[in-house]
């Protein structure tokens, strides 16, 4: 059995078109923002879903049946399996997809890495937003089969970043591995995330702009890396107000 483990129902349709066989998983989480810590994975998503209510109104009960239960799908995968985790370079989809590994741990089965390998180097923020079939079936030819020490190193990442633990996130972004691409400067971007968006916020606003389009569009084009949608950036301007 296939599964791909798409970073949104943005991509849904447009994967479904390019006819690549597999059953899908969406990951609707953002793990880039709120409480990622639990002993447990139950624990972690009851405080996921506690998280999400609070500062963004979602009801923890769909929380559970659209988000954590399809993550949880991960989990004692049939023997034989194929899982391709489509994900994109910053660190929105990154902590994410360090999670699904987390979540795999153990299993024994061939996991790949699909990345949004069409995009040049001043777009690569992009990610597979606006790509076509075409270009999607691109991106999954070009898969990179992830070893041992790879889904390694996606967990130990995990471990690291839900624990808050920039030492050794630091120490993890020095391993070099084409199926960790933008891993420093990811890493560099979370160390800072506490601080810098609101930075750069505060910048843009101190330019004279007002409009949450136009500050939404300055904000991606200079902090692209963290890949924050307009959710999170309103949340934080929000908390300079």
Same mark, same amino acid.
């Given at each position: ?127 597979f937003g606006g790509l076509d079939a075409k270009a999607l ?10 070893s041992a020490d790879d889904r390694k190193l996606g967990i ?23 199926? $960790?691409? @933008?891993?420093? *400067? ?11 968006? %609101?930075? !750069? =916020? ?13 500050? $939404?569009? @300055?904000?991606? *084009? ?11 950036? %309103?949340? !934080? =301007?929000?908390?300079?107000?």
């Open positions: 059995m296939i599964y791909h483990v798409l970073p949104g129902d943005s991509l849904v349709d447009e994967f479904r078109k390019t006819k690549i066989s597999g059953d899908v998983i969406v990951c609707r989480e953002c793990m880039v923002v709120g409480d990622v810590s639990g002993d447990t994975v139950n624990e972690l998503f009851d405080r996921r879903a506690n998280f999400l209510l609070v500062a963004y109104g979602t009801d923890e009960i769909e929380y559970h049946e659209k988000v954590a239960d399809e993550l949880l799908r991960l989990i004692d995968l049939p023997t034989g399996t194929e899982v391709h985790l489509w994900f994109e370079y910053e660190l929105f989809c990154q902590a994410n997809y360090w999670f699904c590994l987390y979540l795999l741990a153990g299993a024994e089965f061939e996991v790949y890495r699909v990345e949004p390998s069409v995009r040049l180097p001043h777009e690569i923020w992009n990610g079936k691109s991106c999954y030819r070009d898969r990179k089969r992830l130990d990442l995990w471990i690291a970043y839900s624990a808050g633990d920039y030492n050794r996130l630091r120490e993890l972004s020095k391993i070099e591995s084409p199926c $960790f691409p @933008q891993l420093s *400067e990811v890493v560099e971007a979370e160390i800072e995330k506490s601080v810098r968006p %609101a930075e !750069i =916020l505060r910048e843009i606003r101190g330019s004279g702009v007002k409009d949450f389009a136009e500050i $939404f569009v @300055q904000f991606t *084009e200079r902090a692209g890396v963290y890949g924050f949608g307009d959710t999170q950036v %309103a949340a !934080i =301007l929000d908390q300079l107000s």
